[in-house]
Protein backbone atom coordinates (compact mmCIF):
# COMPACT_ATOMS: atom_id res chain seq x y z
CA UNK A 1 0.00 0.00 0.00
CA UNK A 2 1.07 3.51 -0.46
CA UNK A 3 1.44 6.77 1.89
CA UNK A 4 -1.74 7.75 0.79
CA UNK A 5 -3.30 4.57 1.58
CA UNK A 6 -1.82 4.88 4.85
CA UNK A 7 -2.84 8.62 5.49
CA UNK A 8 -6.58 7.38 4.32
CA UNK A 9 -6.65 4.67 7.22
CA UNK A 10 -5.26 7.66 9.97
CA UNK A 11 -7.81 9.67 8.63
CA UNK A 12 -10.71 7.30 9.10
CA UNK A 13 -9.44 6.13 12.46
CA UNK A 14 -9.39 9.81 13.43
CA UNK A 15 -12.38 10.25 12.03
CA UNK A 16 -14.10 7.17 13.56
CA UNK A 17 -12.89 8.30 17.13
CA UNK A 18 -14.00 12.01 17.18
CA UNK A 19 -17.43 10.34 16.52
CA UNK A 20 -17.71 7.83 18.87
CA UNK A 21 -16.33 9.71 21.89
CA UNK A 22 -17.91 13.28 21.19
CA UNK A 23 -21.67 13.12 22.66
CA UNK A 24 -24.09 15.92 23.34
CA UNK A 25 -26.97 15.21 25.97
CA UNK A 26 -29.06 17.61 23.11
CA UNK A 27 -28.74 15.31 20.66
CA UNK A 28 -28.57 11.68 21.68
CA UNK A 29 -31.80 10.26 20.77
CA UNK A 30 -34.50 9.37 23.14
CA UNK A 31 -34.15 6.64 26.14
CA UNK A 32 -35.91 4.14 24.06
CA UNK A 33 -34.09 4.18 21.01
CA UNK A 34 -30.88 6.14 20.96
CA UNK A 35 -29.50 8.15 18.06
CA UNK A 36 -27.58 11.44 17.24
CA UNK A 37 -24.44 11.81 18.72
CA UNK A 38 -24.47 8.19 19.78
CA UNK A 39 -24.45 6.66 16.63
CA UNK A 40 -22.70 8.96 15.02
CA UNK A 41 -19.60 6.61 14.42
CA UNK A 42 -21.83 4.10 12.62
CA UNK A 43 -21.15 4.60 8.96
CA UNK A 44 -17.15 4.27 9.00
CA UNK A 45 -18.42 0.18 11.04
CA UNK A 46 -17.93 -3.00 8.38
CA UNK A 47 -21.68 -4.67 8.31
CA UNK A 48 -20.12 -7.13 11.07
CA UNK A 49 -18.84 -4.40 13.26
CA UNK A 50 -22.20 -2.91 12.71
CA UNK A 51 -23.73 -5.91 14.09
CA UNK A 52 -21.16 -6.18 17.08
CA UNK A 53 -21.86 -2.22 17.83
CA UNK A 54 -25.46 -2.69 18.66
CA UNK A 55 -24.68 -6.12 20.63
CA UNK A 56 -22.02 -4.45 22.63
CA UNK A 57 -21.02 -0.97 22.66
CA UNK A 58 -22.56 0.82 25.85
CA UNK A 59 -24.15 3.67 23.72
CA UNK A 60 -26.46 0.94 23.02
CA UNK A 61 -26.99 -2.42 24.91
CA UNK A 62 -28.49 -0.21 28.21
CA UNK A 63 -29.49 3.47 29.31
CA UNK A 64 -26.47 3.20 32.04
CA UNK A 65 -24.37 5.71 29.65
CA UNK A 66 -27.23 7.41 27.99
CA UNK A 67 -29.04 8.63 31.60
CA UNK A 68 -25.70 9.56 32.49
CA UNK A 69 -25.41 11.86 29.97
CA UNK A 70 -28.79 13.04 30.20
CA UNK A 71 -28.55 14.08 33.88
CA UNK A 72 -24.75 15.64 33.93
CA UNK A 73 -26.12 17.79 30.87
CA UNK A 74 -22.44 16.31 29.53
CA UNK A 75 -21.31 17.64 25.95
CA UNK A 76 -17.89 15.75 25.27
CA UNK A 77 -16.12 17.07 22.45
CA UNK A 78 -12.58 15.09 21.13
CA UNK A 79 -9.81 17.42 21.36
CA UNK A 80 -5.98 17.11 20.06
CA UNK A 81 -6.35 14.15 18.25
CA UNK A 82 -3.08 12.46 17.01
CA UNK A 83 -3.47 9.28 14.57
CA UNK A 84 -0.08 6.89 14.01
CA UNK A 85 -0.68 3.54 12.09
CA UNK A 86 0.81 1.08 14.26
CA UNK A 87 0.42 -1.78 12.36
CA UNK A 88 -0.64 -3.40 8.68
CA UNK A 89 -1.11 -7.32 8.33
CA UNK A 90 -2.49 -9.52 5.80
CA UNK A 91 -4.55 -12.32 6.42
CA UNK A 92 -5.74 -14.28 3.46
CA UNK A 93 -6.76 -11.95 0.95
CA UNK A 94 -8.15 -9.02 4.00
CA UNK A 95 -5.80 -6.59 4.62
CA UNK A 96 -5.80 -4.48 8.44
CA UNK A 97 -4.30 -1.24 9.97
CA UNK A 98 -3.84 -0.94 13.50
CA UNK A 99 -4.20 3.05 14.24
CA UNK A 100 -3.71 4.69 17.70
CA UNK A 101 -5.73 7.85 17.93
CA UNK A 102 -4.54 9.70 21.16
CA UNK A 103 -6.82 12.33 22.01
CA UNK A 104 -8.15 14.05 25.25
CA UNK A 105 -12.04 15.05 25.98
CA UNK A 106 -12.92 18.80 26.12
CA UNK A 107 -16.20 18.32 28.92
CA UNK A 108 -19.22 20.67 29.33
CA UNK A 109 -21.38 19.07 32.49
CA UNK A 110 -23.80 20.19 35.22
CA UNK A 111 -22.28 20.80 38.37
CA UNK A 112 -25.05 18.94 40.66
CA UNK A 113 -23.79 20.82 43.65
CA UNK A 114 -24.33 24.08 42.50
CA UNK A 115 -26.29 23.90 38.61
CA UNK A 116 -24.20 25.26 36.86
CA UNK A 117 -21.99 24.16 34.14
CA UNK A 118 -18.16 22.97 34.55
CA UNK A 119 -15.95 23.13 31.74
CA UNK A 120 -12.71 21.74 30.62
CA UNK A 121 -10.22 19.09 29.66
CA UNK A 122 -11.07 16.04 31.47
CA UNK A 123 -8.02 16.03 34.38
CA UNK A 124 -6.08 12.42 34.94
CA UNK A 125 -6.95 11.28 38.55
CA UNK A 126 -3.38 10.39 38.76
CA UNK A 127 -1.89 13.49 37.68
CA UNK A 128 -4.09 16.30 37.95
CA UNK A 129 -3.27 17.08 33.69
CA UNK A 130 -5.63 16.87 30.95
CA UNK A 131 -6.46 13.10 30.35
CA UNK A 132 -4.61 11.54 27.23
CA UNK A 133 -6.73 8.10 26.10
CA UNK A 134 -6.01 6.08 23.46
CA UNK A 135 -8.77 4.39 21.18
CA UNK A 136 -6.67 1.71 19.09
CA UNK A 137 -9.17 1.08 15.93
CA UNK A 138 -8.42 -2.09 13.83
CA UNK A 139 -9.22 -0.69 9.85
CA UNK A 140 -10.12 -3.62 7.38
CA UNK A 141 -9.02 -2.26 3.52
CA UNK A 142 -12.36 -2.17 0.90
CA UNK A 143 -11.37 -1.35 -2.49
CA UNK A 144 -11.06 2.00 -3.11
CA UNK A 145 -14.21 3.43 -5.57
CA UNK A 146 -16.43 0.39 -4.78
CA UNK A 147 -18.72 1.47 -2.18
CA UNK A 148 -20.82 2.75 -4.41
CA UNK A 149 -22.23 6.54 -3.84
CA UNK A 150 -21.91 8.79 -0.99
CA UNK A 151 -19.72 6.31 0.26
CA UNK A 152 -18.30 6.72 3.69
CA UNK A 153 -14.86 8.74 4.04
CA UNK A 154 -15.34 9.14 0.15
CA UNK A 155 -14.66 5.15 -0.78
CA UNK A 156 -11.02 5.34 0.18
CA UNK A 157 -10.69 2.22 1.04
CA UNK A 158 -10.89 1.54 5.01
CA UNK A 159 -13.58 0.52 7.35
CA UNK A 160 -14.21 0.36 10.80
CA UNK A 161 -13.72 -3.83 12.21
CA UNK A 162 -13.02 -3.55 15.86
CA UNK A 163 -11.91 -0.47 18.38
CA UNK A 164 -10.53 -0.46 22.11
CA UNK A 165 -10.35 2.32 24.24
CA UNK A 166 -7.64 2.35 26.76
CA UNK A 167 -6.42 -1.06 26.23
CA UNK A 168 -3.88 -2.03 29.03
CA UNK A 169 -0.20 -1.75 27.96
CA UNK A 170 -1.74 -0.44 24.52
CA UNK A 171 -2.36 -4.23 23.62
CA UNK A 172 -4.01 -4.21 20.16
CA UNK A 173 -7.63 -5.65 19.36
CA UNK A 174 -7.62 -8.87 17.23
CA UNK A 175 -8.83 -9.58 14.20
CA UNK A 176 -12.71 -10.80 14.30
CA UNK A 177 -14.12 -12.53 12.13
CA UNK A 178 -16.07 -12.14 10.05
CA UNK A 179 -14.27 -8.69 9.71
Given at each position: LSTGDALEAERTAWTFTDREMSL?????????????????AL?????????RFF???VRVINNVLFDRVQQQQLIQEVV???????QF??????????????????????DPQTGS??????????????????MIVLL?????????????????GW????????????SLPAVIQPA
Amino acid sequence: LSTGDALEAERTAWTFTDREMSLDYRNAGTQAQHGGTFTAALFLLTPNARVRFFQNDVRVINNVLFDRVQQQQLIQEVVNAQPSLVQFQVQGQQQFAWVDVSFQLWQSRLDPQTGSRVEGLEVDPATHGPRVHHMIVLLLRMTPGTQGTNAPMGGTGWLVSTYALDTMGGSLPAVIQPA
